[in-house]
């Protein structure tokens, strides 16, 4: 120990120090050069070949749409076969697909999703699906239920389950959308509490969907979990479903809680004023 304090007290340590911090820090901005222009140049590299695959998937949807060319023609192309193979292709196509289907209708719509389903980029949506990664699930979701994948919907109700809150959000709102009212009807058992945030969200859907049947939504209101329930009351409130009256007196005689029941109640008295 008196040998390290003499050194220390001798301040022959501090030039050899001084010199090795310049160094390391040197080093350290050299390497964060590197790396930053390195990152840039793969940004770069990236963005002109994004260019290149949209122009290029542009075109072939464009004859897949208007000129009715099947992707079984499509794979005859060698070109077009190399391209397919390449995982960044085919996720680009898959987005361009989405965009597209969404602002189509009719026939057009369903030469976009024939393809999807025969190119097999049905196959990447679903396993997009079984990601660990919340995001990548809820990229899946999304795709399966732009295009109606009605296969996918026991897998997105499992989802729905998910503690992650975008997630269960994202596959409610996938499931009204692919089989409408039916949905709701596996919230009825829903193990955890669907907050305020969730509930707005799952009401969005219902009038964005513009769901005409309101068969089961009172089957909401029989569940143990009581914050289903008020979702039930909350859709009824908002879709006007004067017709549910009788299920919202027989709650209100019978609620879990004071809340529920004053809650029961003001509906009651809302949709009747509304008659």
């Not at 040998?3 to 010199?19: A, H, N, T």
């Not at 996720?91 to 389903?117: C, D, P, R, S, W």
């Not at 008020?230 to 007196?249: F, N, V």
Request: include cysteine.
């Amino acid at each position: 120990m008196m040998k390290v304090w003499e050194i220390y007290k001798s301040g022959s340590w501090v030039e050899p120090f001084l010199i090795l911090s310049i160094l390391l820090f040197l080093l350290t901005a050299v390497v964060l050069y590197l790396l930053i222009i390195k990152s840039r140049s793969s940004n770069i590299k990236r963005d002109r070949i994004l260019t290149e695959y949209n122009t290029t998937i542009e075109k072939l949807l464009s004859a897949v749409v208007f000129q009715d060319i099947l992707f079984s023609e499509l794979i005859g192309d060698e070109n077009f076969r190399r391209l397919f193979k390449n995982a960044f292709f085919r996720a680009v196509m898959t987005e361009a697909i989405m965009n597209l289907h969404k602002n189509y209708e009719g026939i057009y719509a369903e030469k976009l999703a024939q393809f999807y389903n025969d190119s097999g980029l049905i196959q990447d949506s679903f396993k997009k699906l079984k990601s660990r990664n919340w995001e990548i699930k809820c990229k899946g979701i999304t795709e399966l239920a732009e295009i109606n994948c009605v296969e996918a919907f026991e897998k997105i109700i499992q989802a729905s389950k998910a503690r992650n809150k975008v997630l269960k959000i994202t596959a409610i709102n996938a499931s009204i959308k692919l089989v409408g009212i039916k949905s709701l009807i596996y919230l009825i058992s829903h193990p955890y509490p669907i907050d305020d945030w969730t509930q707005i969200n799952i009401i969005d859907a219902f009038k964005k969907h513009d769901i005409g049947d309101s068969q089961g939504v009172e089957l909401l209101l029989e569940s143990q979990n009581t914050t289903v329930i008020s979702l039930g009351l909350k859709l009824i409130k908002e879709l006007k479903l004067t017709q549910k009256i009788p299920y919202l007196t027989k709650l209100a005689g019978n609620a879990p809680n004071t809340l529920i029941k004053y809650e029961a109640q003001n509906v009651i008295q809302l949709l009747t004023v509304t008659v």
